[in-house]
């Protein structure tokens, strides 16, 4: 079945949305037929648990529909307010999907609290465990399609839908345990119980998935592969002699926009290296389906004077902590001075700019007082 659809996918076109739409379709149509079958035993058992996973495949329905209308408009080509699109209201809509799971838990877990207090006798049916049994594996294959899909597309809101199917099941399974247990050594409140602890790994799950989608939005670090692909295809050219100061900006989906310093001789041809440049700028494009500007930074690599003071800084640096880099160096020449410029990357961890920035003037000066170092101390964006 899921070969299936996804073969429908691919003849229709496979791109970012459908998939999102093919899911929605499904889902939406499992998590109604799931409802009313829970919804009846429910209702006919005297269970909490069972209605209330009833309702969790209701907001599912719900989840399925702001899911696949926010993939929707995050698809909108970019306008005179936007120019850098809609993509990002897939993961506010990502979001909204994942409150909703989060006001599900805590829903069961008040209804499942009132039932701990006030408990009632179940009805029991193996009609009602063979329904919840059916009902777990069609959970399990949703969770299983909206996992393929989201690796093809790498949309985000399926990820969020996966996450919900697996959560589901894992309900609709402690509620078949509660059933059981009630009936077979009649603790009433079991079932209130079970259904509590439902609501716990609901809520849980919904608060990781708003965590994951925040840290999104917020920015969040780019995957090592893709930086060191980048960074190899600016640095391919012979021309080029070394890359800093990457950055990529994620707008969505399909949208990522990013710049970059390449290193290259001072004494090179400028016509040379602006085209050697717009070539890997359209190499990235093609590559990644990624915009990038690419900055020139020229360095002076046949000076020996130059070469010697950074070998000295870079000694310096090395001894003071290896974990840190530099880049961006030039040395300018004064009467009574040499002024040392560079840019100084540290680790997030290091805090004290101004202690990190006073020691290694001062280590560079004890090898020459004439020195003058000029430090701009950053982070890695990468």
């Not at 949305?17 to 109604?32: D, G, K, P």
């Not at 697996?166 to 399974?173: C, G, H, K, M, Q």
């Not at 359209?282 to 020139?296: G, P, V, W």
């Amino acid at each position: 079945m899921t070969k299936l659809i996804i073969r429908i996918i691919n003849k229709r076109g496979a791109k970012h949305e459908t998939y999102a739409i093919a899911s929605a379709i499904v889902c939406i149509i499992c998590n109604v037929l799931l409802c009313v079958a829970k919804f009846i035993i429910g209702k006919l058992s005297g269970s909490i648990s069972i209605t209330a996973d009833a309702l969790n495949n209701l907001s599912d329905t719900a989840s399925n529909g702001v899911a696949v209308a926010g993939t929707k408009l995050a698809g909108k080509p970019v306008d005179k307010e936007h120019p850098f699109g809609h993509g990002r209201l897939e993961y506010i809509s990502a979001l909204v999907v994942s409150g909703m799971i989060i006001i599900m838990g805590f829903e069961l877990a008040k209804s499942s609290i009132d039932k701990i207090i006030h408990p009632t006798e179940l009805n029991f049916s193996i009609i009602y465990i063979i329904t919840l049994t059916m009902s777990i594996i069609v959970k399990l294959w949703m969770a299983y399609l909206n996992g393929k899909l989201y690796k093809l597309s790498n949309n985000l809101n399926l990820k969020s839908v996966k996450q919900d199917s697996i959560n589901d099941s894992l309900a609709t399974f402690a509620t078949i345990v509660a059933l059981c247990v009630s009936h077979i050594f009649k603790i009433e409140w079991f079932d209130g119980a079970f259904g509590l602890l439902i609501a716990l790994i609901i809520l849980i799950s919904g608060v990781q998935i708003a965590k994951d989608i925040v840290n999104t939005l917020l920015g969040k670090p780019p995957e090592k592969e893709l930086v060191k692909a980048i960074e190899d295809t600016i640095t391919a050219p012979d021309i080029v002699i070394g890359v800093h100061d990457l950055i990529i900006h994620d707008y969505g989906p399909g949208r990522t926009m990013a710049s970059a310093h390449a290193e290259v001789p001072q004494d090179a041809d400028i016509l040379k290296i602006h085209d050697v440049i717009d070539n890997v700028e359209q190499e990235i494009l093609q590559k990644f389906n990624i915009i990038i500007s690419i900055h020139t930074d020229p360095i002076a690599v046949n000076d020996e004077e130059v070469n010697f003071y950074k070998k000295l800084c870079e000694d310096v640096i090395k001894n003071y902590n290896d974990e840190y880099t530099f880049h961006d160096f030039r040395m300018v020449k004064g009467d009574t001075h040499t002024n040392l410029i560079f840019d100084l990357i540290v680790p997030f961890d290091k805090k004290d700019k101004a202690k990190i920035n006073s020691d290694l003037v001062r280590l560079i000066k004890e090898k020459d007082q004439t020195l003058e170092p000029k430090i701009t101390i950053e982070h890695s964006f990468v």
